[in-house]
């Protein structure tokens, strides 16, 4: 029962928000990302030509810049999970997940890692990976009773935990 509000609440968490306060930053959105990290411009162009190897590549480095800038790479690995995901490679996609959310937790941005996480939890569950994905489950109704969550969070939480 869980694992089914996981499913429809993880489309809503495609793209997590910034929290108002963030400890560490997220790295600029698309609109100015030719000036801030021009390997997502880059990737977006890739995807629009159906160069694939290219896109996934420029998120990677994407993700690298935004690390290196002291940023969340919240958008990189949103669109590198989603491009992996939709290449039928949920695990790798999980991954991509995790990783931000771990980012998050370390640097404090419980919003951001409630995103990330739900992602991840999602992905490992349509996997087939119950066992890491009750981890996350178990984190998830953790970080539910934080008094820093915003109201979408929260929302997207009370959505996913049922």
């Known amino acids: 029962m ?13 793209t997590p928000l910034a929290p108002a306060t963030p400890t560490i930053p997220v790295c600029a959105p698309a609109a100015t990302a030719s000036v801030a990290n021009p390997h997502l411009l880059n990737a977006r162009a ?20 935004d690390r290196d800038e002291g940023c969340l790479p919240v958008e990189s690995s949103n669109g590198l999970a989603s491009l992996l995901f939709a290449q039928s490679q949920k695990l790798e996609a999980a991954e991509v997940m995790q990783d931000l ?20 939890t999602w992905l490992r569950i349509e996997a087939g990976d119950k066992l890491a994905a009750k981890a996350g489950v178990r984190r998830l109704h953790e970080i539910a009773k934080d008094a820093g969550l915003t109201s979408d969070t929260r929302a997207l939480l009370k959505e996913s935990l049922g």
């Open 2 to 14: 869980l694992f089914l509000t996981l499913t429809s609440a993880a489309m809503i968490a495609a």
């Open 46 to 65: 890739a995807i629009a030509r159906g160069d694939i190897t290219t896109a996934r590549r420029e998120f990677r480095f994407a993700t690298i810049v």
């Open 101 to 120: 959310a771990d980012e998050a937790a370390k640097g404090g941005d419980i919003n951001v890692e409630a995103r990330a996480l739900v992602s991840a």
